[in-house]
């Protein structure tokens, strides 16, 4: 919404107005967000892959504009952009199925039953505690590998490992807010 909007539409050579009703468009025309991103990109006529370009480059402007204009610093701005580029080595999915020790497609069944990860932890017979530390494993050898292929620095590491000690969809972590 609001500057994110304004900075994709600006992507997409539309106007915010043209982009409000092409969203609103694809709301009504699907139920998850998989459909969503269908239908919108189809309401715009355009590929689900050049819409996911635009809106990279459309968050990739609004960075380097905010930075530019002193809304965040340097440190915060490649930080930012090292959780990004983490976000190719830690796939929320395939960390919470290792997690519990079931498949990625076993996960996605559960929850299209509307199973969530307590019901599952309580199906499976797993602690939250031992759930957690799987969690914490997969998330650090993650980092460690983004590291080892020099993708981010260990400084930036360690700053994402502390953030992501709320786990996948966590506060800080892979998938949270």
Do not use: C, W
């Amino acid at each position: 919404g609001g500057a994110d909007n304004a900075n994709l539409a600006a992507e997409l050579g539309i106007s915010e107005e043209a982009l409000d009703a092409a969203i609103e468009e694809a709301r009504t025309n699907s139920e998850s967000r998989e459909e969503f991103e269908q239908a919108l990109a189809s309401a715009l006529g355009i590929s689900e892959d050049a819409l996911q370009s635009a809106r990279e480059t459309a968050r990739e402007s609004a960075l380097t504009q905010a930075l530019a204009d002193g809304d965040i610093t340097q440190e915060e701005y490649d930080l930012i952009m090292a959780r990004r580029a983490l976000g190719e080595y830690t796939d929320r999915d395939e960390i919470l199925a290792g997690a519990l020790g079931i498949s990625v497609s076993e996960l996605q069944a559960a929850q299209d039953e509307g199973k969530r990860i307590p019901d599952l932890l309580d199906e499976l017979g797993i602690s939250q505690e031992d759930f957690q530390i799987a969690v914490d494993a997969a998330h650090d050898a993650a980092l460690a590998q983004a590291v080892s292929d020099g993708v981010i620095t260990q400084e930036q590491a360690d700053q994402l490992a502390e953030a992501g000690k709320g786990g996948p969809g966590g506060p800080g972590g892979p998938g949270g807010p």
